[in-house]
């Protein structure tokens, strides 16, 4: 069994699989791709919002999670952190 | 024995542009760890910068006083509580950077740790050696632990930080064996200056690499 992932990749892992679909996801796909139960992806969805990593867009009823230019920006300090911390192995 | 009266009299100057170097290395790590605590709120990196900024100002304050040297030759004293204060900030970092890469979690443990070696160094007498022998100890530590997560991740960075380490510790052995030849503080500078090169390089592979993927993307 895997290990636990922690918050922050988590964070990583959403804001990842938004872009990977060109910057926008359906909620359903979203819940797919980040492999959390469907409370803790509105959770943690509600958290990027609030940090404005993350907007809401509604197109023909249908609703669509967008990443911001702030999400953006937190995936490359992540990506340095992750190496910086990798490199000194803490 | 003052720590800025040893080495051989050609190398001084450049054993104060020596420090700046292995000051501003140590204060770009200091930097990064803190932008990373900024966005993570995870304490590790601000005890990991923290290490970090004492070793930069422990050189700093040695570039400080060598400045002085030759002018202030009959205050031989002071110099000695200065490099007090310089052993004081070192081994507090080393010994901070074992705590973080170690994950020491208990502090019991963690005070035990500190208390032993500042008492080894502070009371006793030749406190020089003594200090580069425990900082010897303590970086064999800490290079062991990088080169475990080198044989772990198997990637340049993991194998420069573990090499500069190695340096490093090797370094506080010629420093320790000074008073049988000058010529081995220039020997334990230049290790020194290795060490720190490479971690530099590190560091520029890190940022250089990741602003080219954010330019990209």
Known sequence: MGERRERLEIIKDILEAIRAKGGTIKPTHLLYKSNLSHDSMKRYVSELMEKGMVDENEEKKSKKYVITDRGLKFLTQYQQIREFTDSFGF | ?217
């Open chain 2, 1 to 217: 024995m003052a720590i800025l009266n040893i080495g051989p009299q050609w190398f001084q100057g450049y054993d104060i542009l020596f420090n700046i170097v292995f000051a501003i290395v140590t204060l770009f790590i200091a930097v990064l760890s803190y932008k990373a605590k900024m966005v993570t709120k995870e304490k590790k990196y601000s005890f990991f910068g923290s290490a970090f900024l004492l070793i930069a100002i422990a050189h700093l304050i040695f570039v400080v006083f060598a400045l002085f040297r030759n002018y202030v030759g009959f205050l031989i004293e002071p110099f000695d509580f200065i490099f007090l204060i310089h052993i004081l900030l070192m081994l507090l970092a080393y010994t901070i950077l074992l705590i973080v890469i170690l994950k020491i979690e208990n502090k019991k443990v963690t005070s035990l740790i500190f208390a032993l070696i500042l008492l080894m160094v502070l009371f006793s007498y030749q406190y020089f050696i003594k200090f580069h022998i425990i900082s010897f100890v303590l970086l064999v530590f800490l290079t062991w632990q990088f080169f475990r997560n080198y044989q772990n991740k198997r990637n340049i960075n993991t194998k420069f930080v573990y090499v500069s380490f190695f340096l490093l510790a090797c370094s506080h052995i010629f420093f320790a064996a000074i008073q049988t030849s000058v010529a081995l503080y220039v020997a334990g500078e230049v290790l020194q200056m290795i060490g720190f090169i490479l971690l530099f390089f590190m560091l520029m592979r890190l940022v250089v690499y990741n602003g080219r993927k954010k330019r990209k993307a």
